[in-house]
C-alpha cells in the first residue's frame, strides 16, 4: 500500500485544520490506521489511530477532545480533524498503516508510511 497525505498548512491558534490520507493499493479496510507527528527536534509521536476492524478509536492525551480520526473507506481515506489549534501542534504530520498486530500507539507497530505533511500553528 501507498500512502499520500495532504491538507496540512498554517493556522491560527484555536482554528481548525482537517489532514487526509489516501490509500492506493487494495485491502483498506484490513489496515490499522494511525496519525503521528514530528516536531523539530523531537521524536516521532503518536496522535490517534483506528484498530483493523474499526470498531475503536485511540487518541494521544495531548489531542483527547480536540482531534477526531476517522475514515471513509469507499474513498480509502483516513481524516484527522483537528481543532482548537495550538502552537505546540506544529509538527510534520504523518499516516501509517499496519496490517499486523500490535500497539497502535508505537511508532514500531507500523510498516507503511506517508510522506507527511507540515502543521504550522502561530500564536
Known amino acids: 500500500v501507498q500512502l499520500q497525505a495532504s491538507g496540512g498548512g498554517l493556522a491560527q491558534a484555536g482554528g481548525s485544520l482537517r489532514l487526509s490520507c489516501v490509500y492506493s493499493?487494495?485491502?483498506?479496510?484490513?489496515?490499522?490506521k494511525g496519525w503521528f507527528r514530528q516536531a523539530p527536534g523531537k521524536e516521532r509521536e503518536f496522535v490517534a489511530a483506528?484498530?483493523?476492524?474499526?470498531?475503536?478509536?485511540y487518541y494521544s492525551d495531548s489531542v483527547k477532545a480536540r482531534f477526531t480520526i476517522s475514515k471513509d473507506n469507499a474513498k480509502k481515506t483516513v481524516y484527522l480533524q483537528m481543532s482548537e489549534l495550538e502552537p505546540e501542534d506544529t509538527a510534520v504530520y504523518y499516516c501509517?498503516?499496519?496490517?499486523?498486530?500490535?500497539?497502535?500507539?508505537?511508532?514500531?507497530?507500523?510498516?507503511?508510511w506517508g510522506q507527511g505533511t507540515q502543521v504550522t500553528v502561530s500564536s
Open positions: 501509517a498503516a499496519s496490517q499486523k498486530l500490535g500497539d497502535a500507539t508505537r511508532v514500531t507497530s507500523y510498516e507503511f
Open positions: 493499493g487494495g485491502g483498506f479496510v484490513t489496515y490499522r
Open positions: 483506528i484498530s483493523r476492524n474499526g470498531a475503536n478509536f
